[in-house]
Each structure stands twice: as structure tokens, then as C-alpha cells.
């Protein structure tokens, strides 16, 4: 049924961009199905639980030197390090598909 097929979105072979926001709407269904099953949700746990967590333990951002494309360029928002400091600040490159689904996960456990 359709439980099935929301397990069925951690394993489909999507562009990664996609990826993410498939697993966000699985953990929707999940949340919305455990509201509406109440105890009668228990057996889906096994599978639903360690999903939600995997999401949470997902990588949602990383740290980058400013000239790490090689070019010196310093991305959109120009270099954001301090006059005074002397070197050049680290940006972070957030996902912000990867937050929204660990956001869903999160709901879902509640």
C-alpha cells in the first residue's frame, strides 16, 4: 500500500537534488499516517524509525576557503573575512534540501 511506497522513495534511483526532497515528503506521509494509526503505527516503526534518524545524521553543509575553486573567487556574496583578521573567512555552503528533510524527519519522530 502506500506505506510501501513511501519506503520505496529511500531506495528509487533519482538526481540527488531530488533525492532529498522525495525522503522529506516520505517522512510527511509517515508523520501524518502515525498521527491518523496512533498505536496501531507500532509495526511501522521498525523501518520508519531508523529512516528518520539516517536523515538526521545527514550532512547538511560544509566549510570552504574562499579561493578553493582556484580562481580566487570569493562566491556571491564576496569575501566576508575581517579587514584586521588578515586571512580569509570560511563560508558555509548550507543544503538546504538536506535541513528541510532532517526538519520532516524530526517532525515524523515526534
Known sequence: GFMQRGLEGFQA?????????LREYAHG???????????????????????AVQ????????YQEPDAAGDGSVGPL??????EGGGG???????TGVMDEKYTATAALA
Do not use: I, K
Not at 78 to 83: F, K
Open 13 to 21: 534511483a533519482v538526481p540527488a537534488d531530488s533525492a532529498s526532497l
Open 29 to 51: 506521509l509517515f508523520a501524518s499516517v502515525a498521527r491518523a494509526l496512533r498505536a496501531d503505527f507500532g509495526p511501522y516503526l521498525a523501518y520508519c524509525l531508523p529512516l
Open 55 to 62: 536523515s538526521c545524521e545527514l550532512d547538511d553543509g560544509m
Open 78 to 83: 564576496g569575501d566576508l573575512s575581517d579587514d
Open 89 to 95: 573567512a570560511r563560508v558555509l555552503n548550507v543544503r
